[in-house]
């Protein structure tokens, strides 16, 4: 026996990272199957084993990746390796290392077979052997649990105690032969029921385990074990679970009492759960009938309610001293691994971050306060230190109140208001706010609530801002509410600074240096206008600025002792509800403006309409702000000593044509320097010797000689030309399956870089984007839509200079992008979502394990796992890094990026397995049929902007809520695209395609002057107006039917019917003959299942649920004989419509399909380098018969012959039509064939001989033998080829 400590998956995981972290080596083996394990690379040569003791890993570098790469690459070598298990085991020869997956393999020489699992993985850098047995327990409880081996013939082994979470392989001697027993710990007896490891395959999935007592006033322990097994049916996994879970989902801590429903006032089991936790009870048999109640602070005990009853309810009342009632909801389902999950939960929680106390009401018809909360006035306005200080709250405020702890709030369970749930709040000395909806997910809104009105006093206007998101985690059923202040004020100078609402008479409003505080408006008869001013010193306040709108600009601040101005630049970010106001020093290298006084006298400035003026000494310059910045039409009055005053735009680069002033003519130019635009005045020459035709001809030839190329010699330094022909990436999921494979074809990267700047372009001629999934309505997602006249379909420019190092200078940005077509279906979609969220959550706890976190929260009640989200946008900090200011800022002289054309298209597809959990899955469940949309052409505008002076993130904000815009400004395009409405955009489209081409098409041969062209333009115009009417016509006609037809689909109930015609609708007809031919095969089908449904409905009820099962089937045939025959009916038209509208492109070349058929994966699940011919066989295998075989059959092989393929499977072999794949001619299974025989006759080929008469359908005789026609040539081939493979799966050497 090892002596070695047991090693669990985790700390395997964490091992091996450790090990590869140290040195990063090609390959690592682990040694889990609790027996010592000798490997080696290259034969059986004893020199070359190697000891691999119990949980020991080791590094592997084979000789020939020791050699030179390039000798390496010449050797072509493939890496095997043999293994040795310690015992009467025979050897493991040649398994590959490369190939990542999970191997079973029999190393048992004897009569009981025993089964060792090779798993290849790939982490950090390095390929991880990991050899164990086919059974691992894994442990789900919240204590250890012990087991005990039972060998027949030999001693019993006590394994390991397996802790919470853990898992561990069963011992590879122990695996195929021994009887598992369980207990806690060693107060309890090992259990009376038995797993026998060598029967896991005919075993129940889910077994009650009872573990008695060694004391009799104790309680026994009861939990469930869950078989699971992999699809090849060769690993297991044992895992234990609890029999019952309270799972608390409140925001506070949760009592309970467990009773017996059949005892008054039982108490079997009580304690308390922490927010965001679980218990687990193990000492009630989970068939009593149970009862429970619970309770949390501020509420009192609620009434008991059933729990394994035949209906249990699914809502709790709970009320709180003041009689008023928190409904609360109850999760109770009972799992697939057996045991009976209870979760508490309310519809929302608030969450104050406002850092003021905030009283919720609900609203409609019911507008009584919240549950669980007071109003009393009095606490409400003593929250702060006195009336004003919501007006400034922040870091600094000293509230009390200023607590994110989340509040239950719910709504009646019955409402009629057609806007949902709806609630108002009251802050402070306000009045309620309006009724607002809280029961949309996503919305941001601003909640205005003004003071109540006092004589002789300013009202103020108290701005809450709202944010509704989604509950992550298992809090996924709530919505969160978060309360934050609309505008929070940061201040990163290096000065304390007061601010205040322009013309209002608030008090002071001091914010420290570093500080940031909350603020809301103190009088709304004023401009909601912010002015800020320095502490320290006689500063006058600032103009006025607007804080709503994302951007940056300067302010002035002015000292009252002398000519001293102070410039703060102002920064608006939002993030999420509340917008951030950042108050930063004025960069000097780069100001807003910049005034150059060229001439030889004093300059006087000011803006005009301001009394202030700044003084420029001849020769010399100023940084330079508005006084006013909130002015729109601003323009600055520019005075020399002696003469009168000009008026000049700041905003406008031009430059002027010379200007007399008095006894001088001034040369006036606005240019930009960088980010900054520099004004610059220059003497010409005196006004007695200048008249307006030489200051013309001056001004003319100044403009030409700056138009005119600087011929400068540029040096490159260094350049990079990238030219590829095409590049493939293949998503694959976990299952494993392929999800989706990008194409990219010419792609052009040329990169120049010199002293003065660096050029970049980049360009991809081709992109598309194919759905893998089979039999999915859209095989190609994404593909662009290329004109004659337009070769590239993305293309990337950038020009960025070196001339400043503080900030990122770009001559030119430019990004374009060609008009594509988007197309998505619901399974797709979730398929992504889950797959994106797996990855996430795999990089996030790699992050947290780099960072040597735990990945938990360490709060007792769990608080960060929900409202970490949200934290610290309001009360004592506010959510802006100080460190933020920091980022490197960007200036563009020039930034475009074309505007976007989408043909947007998205099909739901019916019978698909949703994740609750999933916000994207609940919405399209709800919208059902009516979430077909049809061609929806969405335009999202350019962004175009010159001289933009920016941070990163707020570039960023801009262009994301440009796009969000963008597309709120066309749903209205999707919503009239869709197919319920017949999809009348779409028709009004081609129709209007239609008419201009009638007109259009003669009018350019007219211009000709010939009539035969005439003639041809009139031909030409009234071919596309009857083939678009046409199509604009049957198109909206097929789609309204069709969703008829989908609906009254729905109110049948029979899903397997729902499913067969879903899978038959996703083969599309190419013609109006094929048109009509599928829907009389439509039709058929519902008057079949209509007629039919009466008697087997019934049957099949009694079959699966007894006389409850029976009448529900009745119930469901009388609905299917009225239904089914009128969906047919349907069908037949909305065929028919299909068929005669793509009859009108019918000529138009080809449809698009995808670049090459979905990855192939085998029984084993490896995942093995592309093949064409494997891939090609098992789409055939999964699209005939409308995916037949999908869930049951692997691919094997595949061969042509004359007029049809063979495929065999691993459970069939197939005749096929050659020319419609989709459609089988016949098949037996592997099982039912006796064996085969090669006809000698010239038009006969290869006899399969079966055991049995057997038929492919009910419309075909039984028969005891298919024949496989083919050419004599080639019939010695065929059958040498079916033989080899029926001896291989039939696993014989004579066949």
Known sequence: DDERAPVTTSDMDELASKRIQQKLYPYFILNNTGVNVWYWLSGPDENGLTLLENNEDQPIVPEF?????????????????????????????????????????????????????????????????????????????????????????????????????????????????????????????????EVNLARLGSAPSTTLIVCGTM???????????????????????????????????????????????????????????HRGKHTSVTSIDPKTPMRISVKIPFFNWSDPVDLNSKNPPELLKM???????????????????????????????????????????????????????????????????????????????????????????SVPAFRIDPRGDLASIKVHKSGWSDNFSIATQGTVLCIEIDEEAQEGKSVASYQIGMKVSAGTGPFWRTKIITFSPRFVIVNQLTLAVNYTQKGALAPLAPIGRGEQ???????????????????????????????HDIGNFCVKMRNRNGDQSYLARVRIKVDGATTFVILNAEDQEFPDYRITNMTRKLMRIRQKGCKFWDRISAGCSLSYAWDEPSLSNRLLAVQLTGGDIIELSLDSLKHYEPIKVSSQVLDVEVYAEGPTKVLCVRHLAKAKHWNKRRMRRAHMKREKEQEAPQQQPVIVSLQLQLIMSG??????????????????????????????????????????????????????????????????????????????????????FGLAIREMDLKLDELFLLKMIKFVSFITDHLKMMAERDDGSEGGSSHPEGRASLTDSSAGVGGSQHGYTAGAGDEMWLYFEQFDISPIKVIFSFANVSAVERDTSSTVSRVLSRGGVLANVDCAPLYLNEVHTEHPFTSRSDLFDRISQHYVNGVIREFHKVLGSADFLGSPINFMRTLGTGVYDFFNEPALAWKERSAKQFGYGLVRGTQSLVKHSGFGVFNSFAKFTGIVGKGAAQLTFDREYIKEREMLNREKPHHAGEGIAFGFRDLGLGLFQGIGGIVYEPVQGMMEDGLVGAIKGAARGVAGFGLKPAVGVVDLVTRTAEGIRNTTTYWDGKGRDRVRPPRYFGADRLLEPYSLAKAQGQEVLYTVEEGKYRSTDFYMFHLEVDNCVILISDRHLLSINKFNPRLEEWNVRIQDIRGLEMSPNQDGGVIVHLKKYSSSSAFESPTANRVIFTPITERERVYETLLTWMKRLKGVSRF
Request: with cysteine.
């Open 65 to 193: 990746m020791k050699s030179h790469r390039k000798a390496r690459m010449e050797q072509d070598t493939v890496p095997v390796i043999c293994f040795q298990v310690e015992g009467e085991f025979t050897p493991v020869r040649n398994l590959p290392m490369d190939k990542v997956g999970t191997y079973v393999i029999n190393i048992s020489p004897l009569e009981h077979p025993v089964s060792l699992a090779y798993e290849v993985t790939f982490r950090m850098g390095s390929k991880v052997l990991r050899l164990h047995s086919n059974v691992t327990v894994v442990n789900h409880m919240d204590q250890p649990i012990e087991s005990f081996v039972i060998m027949p013939e030999r001693d019993s082994r006590e394994l390991p105690a397996l802790g919470p979470g853990e898992s561990l392989p069963v011992p590879v001697t122990f695996a195929s032969l021994g009887l598992l027993r369980f207990r806690p710990s060693k107060e309890y007896r090992w259990s009376d029921v």
């Open 215 to 273: 004391r009799s006033a104790k309680e026994p322990f009861l939990f469930y074990v869950h078989l699971k097994s992999s699809q090849s049916g060769k690993l297991f996994e044992l895992s234990f679970h609890p029999s019952i879970v309270i799972e608390n989902l409140l925001p506070y801590t949760l009592e309970y009492r467990l009773g017996n429903r059949r005892v008054r006032n039982s108490c079997l089991y009580s304690g308390h759960i």
């Open 319 to 409: 009320t709180d001293m003041n009689k008023r009632t928190l409904i609360v909801h109850i999760c109770n389902a009972v799992t697939p691994e057996g045991m009976r999950r209870i979760s508490f939960y309310t519809q929302y929680w608030m969450v104050n971050k406002t850092g003021s106390k905030v009283l919720y009401r609900r609203g409609g018809l019911d507008n009584s306060l919240a549950a669980g909360q007071t109003m009393d006035t009095d606490e409400c306005q003593q929250s702060l230190a006195n009336s004003s200080d919501i007006l400034v709250t922040g870091a600094s405020s000293g509230t009390s109140e200023s607590s994110d702890q989340p509040f239950p709030f």
């Open 517 to 547: 505080k909350a603020y809301h408006w103190s009088d709304n008869s004023k401009p909601y206008q912010l002015c800020i001013r320095l502490s320290e010193g006689t500063w006058e306040w600032s103009g006025g600025f607007d804080i």
């Open 727 to 812: 590049i493939g990436v293949s998503v694959i999921d976990d299952t494993p399956e392929e999800l989706m494979y990008l194409c990219i074809e010419g792609i052009h990267l040329d990169y120049k870089k010199s002293a003065d700047e660096q050029a970049l372009e980049f360009s991809v001629n081709w992109l598309q984007v194919d759905n893998q999934l089979y039999l999915t309505p859209f095989p190609v997602m994404l593909f662009p839509i290329m004109h004659e006249d337009r070769r590239t379909f993305f293309s990337l420019s950038a020009v960025k200079s070196s001339k400043s190092k503080s900030i990122d200078y770009f001559h030119y």
